[in-house]
């Protein structure tokens, strides 16, 4: 590897688990934009609203992310942020700094309700102070099993407005968004098969997009949303197949084995799937137009599955991967050629999605007869559950 490459340099923060700190922070904010120097690791910042709820959901979002360290007083703080909800949707930031402090920044930003108007003036304090894109104002799809059957719902990320899109009282499975988060794709036995329906949110209709004989599972948009990859078993094996914006279906694979699991690259050219072909499932990648597949060596497991391609770093890819008795989140750099566990759950952790930081992603924690969804910060390592007393849910799949 060059050690001169951007990208290597990049991988390697990214890999490395915060161990190296820069040295002290010097920020400014000046004309509404911000001049980093050397930023520590961790940014002391101190957050605050005069609504004790908005005062809450600041300190669980800054905590979460892992890039800020909240404390108690502004003399303690790099930077103060203040966050107060405007009427039904919108809400006011301001940045501060200093003792007595001193205004850098204020704006209004606008949400699609109170909550999300507070999201958004969060990921603007994120940009603002860390140059680096938030993820609080996305919307989560998954699946919970909370009312007895498993359905399609949405989400903000901490869980505090929820929706149920179907009642179909029937197993679904595997809800992904389009990249404009005005439809989703997902797997239903509502005909009493295993068939990709297509959500329409905008005009709130449904159609049936995959109903063959067999098996129809995983679909998932190209990261421009003109093309779906799913697995179809048909008349044969499990086979990843590519569905065009006409709705033309190409088998991309035919192979002896089963395949599972598609996921599109950053730039929409490959397709990473894991595949049973050689004996125990392991990692693949092929052009999204077809032709040779490649195994990935990753070398972690005899095991490995539900590969997600992380969308800031092509190098980086993160899969479940068998470990003793259960199963864990890994990553694989094709960089270095070499995989690493990120989680050591008492428990399964499995479903690994990125954000769109490439630094973040959602995962499920299934212990027992409990499953939450949990966000790690894969700096830190530290993950937390954002789902709250919810105990049934599962499959998360994020759009911003």
């Known amino acids: 590897m060059n050690l001169l490459n951007p990208r290597s340099i990049q991988t390697a923060l990214l890999i490395m688990v915060a161990t190296l700190f820069a040295s002290t922070a010097y920020s400014q904010i000046s004309g509404g934009s911000v001049q980093v120097g050397s930023i520590p690791a961790s940014t002391p910042v101190m957050v605050r609203s005069g609504n004790s709820n908005t005062a809450a959901l600041l300190q669980t ?91 399609v719902c949405v989400s903000d990320v901490l869980f505090q407005e929820i929706a149920m899109l179907t009642q179909d009282r029937v197993s679904a499975v595997r809800p992904r968004w389009s990249p404009d988060g005005n439809s989703i794709v997902y797997t ?113 497991s005899g095991d490995c599955a539900e590969p997600d391609w992380n969308p800031e770093f092509d190098n980086l890819i993160a899969f479940t991967a068998a470990q003793g008795s259960g199963t864990q989140i890994a990553i694989f750099d094709s960089e270095l050629g070499q995989s690493r566990f990120i989680t050591s759950e008492n428990g399964d952790a499995i479903e690994p999605q990125w954000l769109p930081d490439g630094r973040h992603l959602l995962y499920t924690y299934r212990r027992a007869n409990r499953s939450v969804i949990k966000i790690m910060d894969t700096l830190s390592g530290k993950s937390y559950v954002v789902s709250g007393s919810r105990t049934k849910v599962s499959q998360a799949s994020y759009v911003k």
Do not use: C
Not at 269 to 289: C, K, N, W
């Open 61 to 151: 979002a800054f905590t979460i992310h892992g890039g800020f360290s909240v404390v108690p007083t502004a003399g303690e703080a790099d930077f103060v942020v203040s966050v107060d909800p405007i009427g039904p949707r919108a809400a006011r930031l301001a940045i501060s700094s200093g003792v007595p402090e001193k205004v850098l920044f204020t704006e209004t930003l606008q949400g699609s309700s109170s909550i999300n108007a507070i999201y958004q003036a969060v990921d603007r304090a994120i940009y603002k102070t860390r140059r680096t894109d938030g993820f609080f104002s996305g919307k989560i799809a998954f699946i919970s099993e909370e009312t007895g059957s498993t359905e």
């Open 188 to 300: 239903s036995y509502k005909s009493g098969f295993p068939d990709i329906y297509r959500l329409d949110l905008l005009n709130k209709r449904r159609e049936v997009i995959a109903d063959f004989k067999g098996l129809n599972m995983g679909a998932r948009y190209s990261p421009d949303g003109s093309k779906i990859a799913m697995i179809v078993s048909g008349n044969s094996n499990a086979d990843v197949w590519v569905r065009s914006a006409s709705g033309q279906m190409k088998n991309l694979t035919k192979s002896r084995g089963l395949e599972a699991a598609p996921a599109w690259s950053p730039d929409g050219t490959r397709i990473v799937f894991s595949s049973d072909e050689r004996g125990g499932p392991q990692l693949y990648v092929m052009p999204a137009h077809g032709g040779s597949y490649r195994r990935l060596r990753t070398d972690i």
